[in-house]
């Protein structure tokens, strides 16, 4: 208020850096950025904000014409990239003159910024084209290719459109991109989520996302799971059936849940898939194997409130609000299931953030982060679980490569809800790529700094022998003259080779002259 800011100045500090996640900074950058584009602010302004603590960025006001005081805000921003107060007050002159013409740069000394070339992002996704059953079901709409293809045109970037179709080992080769970003599903099998990153790496191209290794992990709902309890992470109990016929674990106790083991998006998941009795779940079990010709797994099913988190960044990644799926009509056995995300609107409804107690939120953004760290996630994911009615809470399963459809995947209504714009999130999971892309040019750079190093090197020594062979012929034609040889330079250079002798071969036997041999000729 005005008496902090004019009169007890005393009481307030700043802190610059700011001390906020990554993230959030690169979102108040790229806001600052619009806003100076949007309002036409030249030479000097100052941005005001408040950040809640859930990362919700307000715009509280813009001051085209900020106070020069040296205890200001202003100063102790300049300070931090190196400028005095008296550089910066010539920095704003500086840049008026500039853009009015009165000078140029080489006349006040100072450099352009050379503008930075574009990025060419190449674009991988897998389109739904048919919305019969649920064959494509973790597929993309186009609507949805188009809304990230824009946010990430709207970044400045250049936007290469990719189909990870069976052909696209070639056009990735021939594609010349700096940076993928990935949504591929990937065609089939079960390391099918892990296509597009191998290749990324086998062509040494960088891109957003998880691994090849998360990916496949992750996919594989038993493989991922004994990971998690490696990790001391509750899961429900567990069991992979291949066939119908095969035998039920003594420890798994009905209710249970029969899923496709290697399947996003709830496919193969519906209103039958919860069963009570041997006979339905060999029932269940059947139809998934013979359905989706993979095995199936066996979960014993979890009463209680069901939460999908989202989780951004790297290694300390930021724990979005937990969503609560709310389930209408009060359901005996609820199941988000395929259909249920299908319909929503009829089934269910999202509370973000959910109605939690202080312990409650802090346990759930603690597991989620740990799910995040044990399967290595990078970038962006979201992790599903149930609450049970003790509190204990269960890892259902881990998706690294999340739905992005604006105003319907999970993700974005966690976004929304906090005040995150889609084209905020989408230059949100930007970041770790963009940074491994930079991290791989600047390796490039020093591997090619060492080898013009040792191409050097190598030049040098070369050099050095040819002066060493000089001298040492040198050496060898003065010693020769002052010996009274006198031989020419010629001559002496020629005496470091040896002469050769030609040799006489003794025959131990007279040898009788041959007769001419004529040799018959084939046509």
Known sequence: DYRLKNVETGKVQYRCPANLPRDV?????????????????????????????????????????????????????????????????VSILNAAALRSGLATASQLGVSRQRKA????????????????????????????IIAIANALARQGHIVVHLEATPDLPRVLAEADVDLIFNIAEGVEGRNREAQVPALCELLGIP???????????????????????QHGILTPKFQVMESARER???????????????????????????????????????????????????EEYIAGREFTVGLLGDKRPRVLPPMEIKFKGAPKRPVYDYAVKQEWEQHVYYECPSKLTEAEQKAIEKIARAT?????????????????????????????????T???????????????EYDQLIAE??????????????????????????????????DKDKAEKK???????????????????????????????????????PVAPVAPVERARTE
């Open 471 to 509: 001298r040492a012929v040198a050496k060898l034609a003065q010693a020769q003259l002052a010996a009274g040889s006198g031989p020419t330079p010629t001559a002496a250079a020629a005496a470091v080779e040896p002469t050769p002798v030609r040799v006489k071969r003794e025959r131990s036997e």
């Open 25 to 89: 900074a690169a979102r108040l950058r790229g806001i600052s950025s619009e806003v100076i584009r949007t309002l036409g602010l030249r030479d000097v302004a100052r941005l005001d904000y408040r950040v809640t603590a859930e990362g919700r960025i307000y715009l509280l006001e813009v001051n085209a014409l900020p106070a020069l005081g040296s205890s200001s805000s202003l100063f102790a921003a300049t300070a931090q990239v190196g400028l005095t107060y008296n550089a910066t007050v």
């Open 406 to 420: 604006p105003g319907y995947s999970d993700l974005v209504l966690i976004a929304q809800a906090v005040g995150m």
């Open 207 to 229: 891109y957003t996302g998880s691994d090849s290794a998360t990916l496949a992990i992750a996919l594989d709902k038993a493989l991922g799971k004994k990971v998690l309890l």
């Open 372 to 404: 995040y760290w044990a399967l290595d996630c990078r970038d962006v994911a979201r992790v599903d679980m149930r609450m049970d009615a003790d509190g204990r809470i269960y890892v259902l399963e881990v998706n690294p490569l999340p739905g992005l």
């Open 429 to 462: 999971i930007m970041v770790g790529g963009l940074r491994r892309m930079k991290d791989k040019r600047r390796e490039e750079r020093e591997l090619e700094r060492e080898r013009e190093a040792q191409n050097k090197d190598i030049a040098k020594l070369a």
């Open 117 to 144: 070339q574009p990025i060419r992002v190449g674009f991988t996704y897998n389109v739904k084209r048919s919305h019969d059953g649920d064959d494509e079901a973790e597929w993309d709409p186009p609507e949805t």
């Open 248 to 298: 039920l674990s003594p420890d798994m106790k009905f209710p249970l849940i029969v899923k496709p083991n290697a399947e996003g998006s709830s496919k193969g998941i519906g209103s039958t898939s919860v069963v009570d009795t041997e006979d339905d779940l060999r029932a269940a079990v059947k139809v998934c194997v013979e359905r989706y010709r993979q095995p199936a797994l066996v």
